[in-house]
């Protein structure tokens, strides 16, 4: 089997899908790409996520537009400073919430008047879903969406959604740091894509109306999950139907009833109020939120050097810090949720763990094709 250099380069690893329509090619301006993101959210998020899968193959294209659209927004010509839109879904005390915040003052101290960055929390400018067409369409430079929205530009990316494949934290990152955990970092660069970093949320929580202890406990329910095929796959074998929502609409989506539970980190969780929604929530740790914080490639590589290197600079010490913070903040958030609402927090026993472990994890053998083996191996590789 051929290296994963040698498929990034080939492009194995990536969703090529839809080619672009002239239609679509008419949009690639900043002013018009939001309103066409706006009708196309009044379609629902499933025709965005729709249009997302389909841009996948488009985005390279757009990449040309990008490096046009990046020239005008530099500092130096006008003498204005380089606007960084940074756009996300969750709340602002959480630990992405607090990392794009500190972005923006640590990046503005250490270039004054050089760089303004905006930062648009809880989905005010886009939905996840949303967001990485916009910044091919030059609508957003900086965004850090969960990795299960990478899908339709690498499907190498799935290796983080694989039910119990990370068992810590620590195993994330030793396979975030590995050769091919940086690379991954780049696999979305012909379509325009860079990866810059990885931030941690925490290991994912599941939770219902009623205590789930084992996975016959779940059968029949129906879950909001994050759009994931695997998520989907997993559930779809204990007998649990999947809704994939946008984060934003999870409370009333439970609170309505129109689903049942949901999985989330800690920090999800409390930010947006769901431990006084659902009253069950079981430790599964089955799998991690993490992010990728990704930029317009062709935006990036037409900074200033000087700016570009100070930028990343603020990011790679953002970054310790979120993942800092995240650790904490799992076990804060957990003890805040229990002391603030009337639930019952299930520990599986590693008996109990193992019922779950052996109803998931047959969904490896179903995704391993396009992860690449060389993947998977590098990712039970950073176990130890
Ligand atoms: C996020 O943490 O960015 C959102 C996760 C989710 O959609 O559940």
Not at 80 to 102: C, M, N
Not at 156 to 169: G, K, T
Not at 173 to 199: C, E, K, V
Not at 230 to 246: C, G, H, K, M, S
């Amino acid at each position: 089997m051929a290296g994963a250099q040698e498929r990034l380069k080939s492009g194995v690893y990536m969703e090529t899908g839809v080619r672009p329509t002239a239609a679509f090619g008419a949009v690639a301006t900043s002013s018009s790409a939001r309103s066409f993101l706006m009708s196309c959210r009044n379609l629902g998020a499933m025709a965005v996520l729709a249009l997302g899968l389909a841009l996948g193959g488009l985005i390279g294209g757009l990449a040309a537009a990008g490096g046009a659209w990046a020239a005008d927004n530099q500092a130096g010509g006008s003498g204005e400073p380089i606007v960084i839109r940074f756009s996300h879904v969750v709340d602002e005390s959480t630990p992405k919430g607090i990392g794009a915040q500190l972005f923006k003052e640590r990046a503005e101290a250490r270039l004054p008047g050089r760089v303004k960055v905006e930062v648009y929390p809880r989905a005010q400018r886009y939905t996840d879903e949303e967001v990485l067409v916009a910044m091919a369409l030059g609508d957003v430079e900086m965004a850090a969406p969960s990795f299960t929205q990478f899908r339709s530009f690498t499907r190498a990316m799935q290796i983080f959604e694989l039910p119990f494949m990370f068992d810590s934290v620590d195993h994330v990152h030793r396979f975030q740091n590995s050769d091919i955990g940086r690379q991954l970092l780049d696999f979305m660069l012909p379509q325009g894509i860079q990866g810059l970093a990885y931030w941690d949320n925490g290991m994912r929580v599941i939770s219902a109306n009623k205590p789930l202890v084992v996975p016959d406990d779940a059968a029949g329910l129906l879950f909001r999950t994050e759009p994931s095929a695997i998520f989907q796959e997993q559930y779809n074998r204990i007998d649990v139907a999947t809704l994939p929502l946008p984060f934003r609409d999870v409370p009333d989506a439970i609170r309505t009833g129109l689903v049942d539970g949901q999985e989330n980190s800690w920090s999800n969780i409390y930010s947006r109020g769901i431990h006084k929604l659902n009253r069950s929530f079981t430790e599964l740790d089955h799998s991690f939120l993490g992010y990728m914080v990704v930029t317009n490639a062709a935006f990036w590589s037409g900074l200033p050097e000087d700016v570009r290197t100070t930028l990343e600079s603020v990011l790679k010490d953002v970054t310790t810090e979120v993942n800092a913070l995240a650790q904490r903040q799992a076990q804060t958030d957990r003890d805040k949720a229990l002391g603030e609402a009337s639930i019952t927090i299930v520990t599986p026993t590693p008996e109990q763990l193992d019922a779950w472990r052996n109803a998931f994890t047959p969904v490896w053998q179903d995704f391993e094709g396009q992860i690449g083996q060389e993947i998977m191996d590098a990712a039970v590789a950073a176990r130890h």
